[in-house]
C-alpha cells in the first residue's frame, strides 16, 4: 500500500519512515558481523581475516546495487507524489528487467574474474584459499542480493519502509542460524559463512515474493510494463549510475586502505577488516538518512513542496551529526573492548582500537554529506554527490591513508583520519552546491521529468 509523505509533520515524518530503514540497515550489517562473530568463534585469525576481505568486496557490490536501484526509489516516489500510477508501474517493470539482466552477468564475470580479484585485495597468504571459497559461493548468489534490495526499493519508494524491514529480520535470523550449522557443526569455515549469507538471502527474496502477490500495493503491473522503455530507463540509469558509482568508489577507497593494511600483515588485516565491521554499523544512522531524504525529497517533488523538501534535508542532517557527535566521542572510550568482541589477539585488538579512534570522526562529517547526497538525489542531481566523493577520494582517502602507512608504521590511528578528512571536503563542497541552488532556484532545472 503506497503512503503519502508530503503532509503532516516533517520531523515525525523523517523518524517514522527512517526508524524501519536504520532497522533494514542494522539488520543487513548483521549479515557480515554475524559471520566474522561465528567464525571468530571456530577458526583462527586466517578465517576472520577471509571473511573480512570477502565480505568487504561483497559490501562494496551491494551498497553499488542499492545505489542503482536508488533511481526506482526516487522515480517510484515522484510518481506516487504526482499521483501518477501508470509510471510507477513501468519503473517497476522496468527496474525488474534492468536488474535481472545485469545481476546475471556481473555473477558471470566476477566468478571468471575471482582469482584475480583475491590478488589484487593483496590477500594474506593464509587467507587465499578461505577468501577465494568465500567469494566464489556469494558471487552465485549475487541475483538473490540483487533481487531483494530492488523489492525493498521498490516499498520505499511507495513509501513503505516496513516491509523492507521485515524481510531482512527473516534473513539475517536464517543466516545466524546457518552460520552456526554450517561453521560450527560441519566446520566449513569461511565457505559455511558464505553459504549462509547466501542461502539466507534467497529465503528472504521467496518471503518477499508471497508477500507481494498477496498483497494490494494499489499499483498494477502488467507484462507490458516489463518492456524497456527509453525514457525510463534512461531515468532510473540517470539517478541510479552517479549513486551507484559514487558508493563504489568509497568502497574501493576503503578496499585499498585495506589492501594496503594486508601489507603490513596478518595482524594488521584483520584489525582493519573487524574495525571496518563495527563502523559499519555507526554509519546506519547517516545511511538511513540518505535513503529516507531521498524517498520523502522524492515524493515532495512530486507534489511540487519543494520548502519541505528543504526543511526534510534540515531536519535529517541535524539528526545525523547529533548522532555522529555522540559516537564519536563514546566511542574513544570503548574502542579496544569493541574490537575485543571479535577476537582475542592482543595485538589485533591494540591495533583496531587506534584505528577506530582516527576513523569514527568520519560519523560526524559523513551524516553531512550523506544527507546532502540524498537531497540532491532526489532532484535527479546524483552527479553532484558522485563528484564530491570521487574528489575526495583522490585528495584526501587514499593519498593520505597511503602516507600515514609509509610513515607512522606502528599505529593505525593516522590511517583512520584519511576518512574523515575526506568527508571535510566533500561537506564544503555540498554546502557549497546547496547555497548556489536556493540563491539561483531559477536555474536549478529538475533533470527528470514526469
Known sequence: MEKNLTTGSVFKTIVYFSLPYLLSYFLQTLYGMADLFIIGQFNGIDGTTAVSIGSQIMHMLTVMIVGLAMGTTVIIGRAVGARNHNLASIAIGNTITLFLTLSIIVSIVLLVAINSIVAIMSTPTEAISGTTSYLTICFIGIPFITAYNIISSIFRGMGDSKSPMYFIAIACASNIVLDYLFIGIFQLGAAGAALGTTLSQAISVIVSLIVIIKRKTGINVSQKDFRPQKKTMGNLLKVGVPIALQDGFIQIAFIVIIVIANKRGLND????????????????????????????????????????????????????VSFGT????????????????????????????????????????AGVHFSFSGYFCAYGLSGISFIHNLISIIFARIPLAYLASKYFTDTLFPMGIASPVGSVISVIICISVFVWMNKHPDKLIHSISI
Open 269 to 320: 588485516a584483520a584489525a582493519v577488516g573487524i574495525v571496518e565491521k563495527i563502523i559499519s554499523v555507526l554509519f546506519l544512522v547517516p545511511s538511513s538518512m540518505l535513503s529516507t531524504i531521498s524517498a520523502l525529497t522524492a515524493q515532495n517533488i512530486g507534489a511540487n513542496e519543494h520548502e519541505r523538501a528543504r526543511q526534510t534535508l534540515q531536519y535529517a542532517t541535524l539528526i545525523a
Open 326 to 365: 555522540i559516537s564519536a566521542i563514546f566511542m574513544q572510550f570503548v574502542a579496544e573492548p569493541a574490537v575485543g568482541l571479535f577476537t582475542d589477539d592482543p595485538a589485533v585488538i591494540l591495533l583496531g582500537g587506534q584505528y577506530m579512534s582516527g576513523y569514527v570522526l568520519d560519523c560526524i562529517f
